[in-house]
C-alpha cells in the first residue's frame, strides 16, 4: 500500500508559478513510477507529467513541455511539479498518482495508488 498526500495549489495570476508537492508513504519501494494528472470540471483525467523513481526518465503532455517541470526527492519520498507560465486553461484539480510500473507512463490505468487532488486556479 502506497499513500498519497498533496500539498500547495490555489489561486495564481496568469504567467505565474506555483509548486505542487506530494509526500508517498508505505510501500514506496515498489512504485517504479509517478505522475501527475488533472481534470477540469466536465472533462475526464488527463495525463500531464511523469518521472521513473530510478534514473532521470520524464515524460510530458504536449499542452505543458516546456513550462512544467516533474522532480523527486527519494530521500524524502516527495514527487514534485513546477508549474510556471501558468495559463487559465491550467485550471484543475491536479493529482498525484504512483504505478507499479513504467510501461505506459500516460495512462491513469495503469496507475496504482491516487492522492486527494488539489485545486490550481488560474486567474486571467
Known amino acids: 500500500q502506497v499513500q498519497l498526500v498533496e500539498s500547495g495549489g490555489g489561486l495564481v495570476q496568469a504567467g505565474g508559478s506555483t509548486r505542487l508537492s506530494c509526500a508517498a508513504s508505505?510501500?514506496?519501494?515498489?512504485?517504479?513510477?509517478l505522475g501527475w494528472f488533472r481534470q477540469a470540471p466536465g472533462t475526464e483525467r488527463e495525463f500531464v507529467a511523469a518521472?521513473?523513481?530510478?534514473?532521470?526518465?520524464?515524460t510530458y503532455a504536449s499542452s505543458v513541455r516546456g513550462r512544467f517541470t516533474i522532480s523527486r526527492d527519494n530521500a524524502k519520498n516527495t514527487v514534485y511539479l513546477q508549474m510556471n507560465s501558468l495559463k487559465p486553461e491550467d485550471t484543475a484539480v491536479y493529482y498525484c498518482?504512483?504505478?507499479?510500473?513504467?510501461?505506459?507512463?500516460?495512462?491513469?490505468?495503469?496507475?496504482?495508488?491516487w492522492g486527494q487532488g488539489t485545486q490550481v486556479t488560474v486567474s486571467s
Open positions: 518521472i521513473r523513481r530510478s534514473g532521470t526518465d520524464t
Open positions: 508505505g510501500r514506496t519501494s515498489r512504485s517504479y513510477a
Open positions: 498518482a504512483a504505478a507499479n510500473s513504467w510501461i505506459t507512463p500516460t495512462t491513469s490505468n495503469l496507475y496504482d495508488y
